[in-house]
Nanobody, 125 residues
Framework: QVRPLESGGGLVQAGGSLRLSCKAS????????MAWFRRAPGNDREFVAA????????RYADSVKGRFTISRDNNENTAYLQMDNLNPDDTAVYYC??????????????????WGQGTQVTVSR
């Protein structure tokens, strides 16, 4: 079992930045693909960004390309999501996910086995 734990959410004004962290505890001998998803009120969960185990491949949703950056520190079993130039449409609960995921499926939540509880990000106008 792996237990992702998110932190770093909060309230920020439009144009501001936040950095989310996701620390994986438990069975961390396997280095998993890590990803971020989000769910806004009234919307379905959507993919935000993913990074494979060695960090060499990343993928982003079109809506966040150029504004968000995903990274990881395998020594710390932690993934990060740097979010810049935030806008109100980014308001959502952000979830960290981990799993052994093929690169063609990075954006599909179905393929991730472990999920965090989520952290709220609110962007005001």
């Amino acid at each position: 079992q792996v237990r992702p734990l998110e932190s770093g959410g909060g309230l920020v004004q439009a144009g501001g930045s936040l950095r989310l962290s996701c620390k994986a505890s438990g069975r961390t001998t396997i280095v998993y693909t890590m990803a971020w998803f989000r769910r806004a009120p009234g919307n379905d969960r959507e993919f935000v960004a993913a990074i494979i185990s060695n960090g060499r491949t990343t993928r982003y949703a079109d809506s966040v390309k150029g504004r968000f950056t995903i990274s990881r520190d395998n020594n710390e079993n932690t993934a990060y999501l740097q979010m810049d130039n935030l806008n109100p449409d980014d308001t959502a609960v952000y979830y960290c996910a981990a799993g052994v995921v093929n690169t063609i499926n990075l954006a599909e939540g179905f393929f991730y086995d472990y999920w965090g509880q989520g952290t709220q990000v609110t962007v005001s106008r």
